[in-house]
């Protein structure tokens, strides 16, 4: 009887899926405390530290944070005149931004919102207090109309990157398939990488409760679909898909280039579903 060949150890995990999740434990609907969250982050090992980048955190938790080595996504909870005070806190603190995150305030003109914000972001760099390589994100509410294409440009003209919120805890107020699709096709028309948040824990697009949730393996797929030369309607069916199968057969191998991260309250749900589609190994290692 020839025996069966020893296990083969399982590798690191493979690209597209290194540092893809943002750990946004302490966020909705997740909402752990920031201790506990921060121990189970630093505790991670394996596929499920691999696939982890920053932790995300509010930039008033900074300061419960003292001492923790994980890189840092900063969100600010104020408007553009609330960017400094708190990377000037981090660096006393000792802490390591790795990400700033803004929602724009002023949904009238968000294009003149978008410069108030590179105006606090030079100043902060000027300081010394965040890296020229630190990327800033900004979050651009509503449908793509002529204000938010031109805020769009004045975020691309001012080498920063968008932020999309693909979920929301009102299903009704999910932007649906083509709204996203529109979005991405804007972020890849200026050459401006984005990161995703909210409702993208699992691979596949999908229903919980009535609602339909955006699956990040859709989005790497739509993505990679216009950067390819297909058209927001390609991506609004890339979307769409909910066949797991379809989507993990799909190359991708440009859209993590511009599709850098998305947060999550979950890690072990990502990586699961990563495992089911056979696109990273099982060593059980999941967190």
Known sequence: MTPSPAPVPPGPLPEPWRALVDDAAIFPPGDAPI???TATY???DGLAADLVASFVLRDTDLPLVRGFGAPL???VTGGAGQVVGPLGAAKRLGL?????EIALRDPDDPAANVRRVVTAVDQARAEGTLGDDVPVYVEIPGPPTASWLAAADEVAAADLRLKLRLGHVDHDLVPDASTVAAWIDAALDRETRFKATAGLHRAVRHDPEGGGAHGFLNVLVATQALW???TVADATEALEQRDGATLAATDLPSARRWFTSFGSCSVAEPLDDLIDLGLVPD?????
């Open 35 to 37: 201790h506990e969250a």
């Open 42 to 44: 630093a505790a991670r």
């Open 73 to 75: 996504s900063v969100v």
């Open 96 to 100: 390591a931004v790795a990400g700033v």
């Open 228 to 230: 390819d030369g297909g």
């Open 283 to 287: 060593n059980k290692e999941k967190s």
